[in-house]
C-alpha cells in the first residue's frame, strides 16, 4: 500500500512542524538597553496611537518611561 495513500499528508505536515519548531527555538531576541544600561519597560504590540492602551498590551506609558517599538510595529503620537 502506498505510504501517501494510506497517511495522505500527515508525514509531510510532521516534518514541516518539527523543521518550524527548530528554527523558532533557535531564534534568540536581542536585548536592546538604554545608554544607563535600563530596558525598556513597556513594549509596542500592535500598530496604534500612543494613548491607546491596546498598543502598549494594557497601559499607557507614563511620562519618562522607556519605551520599545519594535521593527514592523509603527505607534503615532497624538496631535
Known amino acids: 500500500m502506498n505510504t501517501m495513500t494510506r497517511y495522505g499528508r500527515y508525514p509531510a505536515l510532521l516534518i514541516l512542524s518539527l523543521i518550524l519548531i527548530i528554527t523558532v527555538t533557535n ?16 513594549n509596542a504590540v500592535t500598530d496604534g496611537l500612543w494613548s491607546d492602551p491596546l498598543s502598549w498590551g494594557g497601559a499607557v506609558p507614563s ?11 509603527t505607534i503615532m503620537l497624538d496631535t
Not at 27 to 42: E, M, P, Y
Not at 63 to 73: F, L, Q, S, T, Y
Open 27 to 42: 531564534l534568540q531576541a536581542a536585548v536592546i538597553r538604554n545608554s544607563d544600561g535600563s530596558v525598556a519597560a513597556l
Open 63 to 73: 511620562d519618562g518611561e522607556v519605551v520599545e517599538i519594535p521593527a514592523g510595529i
